[in-house]
């Protein structure tokens, strides 16, 4: 689940189970990737 931006996760010291908005583009990229789609995310993306 991609639930915040990354700075929110990158701030919890051993919070683990979700990435970031820069972790699932990382993760994307290395596994070959080419579309990465964000179909749950958390309130503070999803807000106007």
């Known amino acids: 689940m991609c639930g915040n931006f990354q700075s929110v996760y990158d701030a919890r010291v051993g919070d683990i189970g979700q990435t970031?908005?820069?972790?699932?583009?990382?993760?994307?990229?290395?596994?070959?990737v080419k579309e990465?789609?964000?179909?749950?995310?958390?309130?503070?993306?999803?807000?106007?």
Not at 20 to 32: I, W, Y
Not at 36 to 48: C, K, N, Q, R, T
């Open 20 to 32: 970031g908005t820069l972790g699932a583009a990382e993760m994307a990229a290395e596994a070959g």
């Open 36 to 48: 990465l789609f964000s179909v749950h995310v958390g309130s503070d993306l999803s807000a106007p």
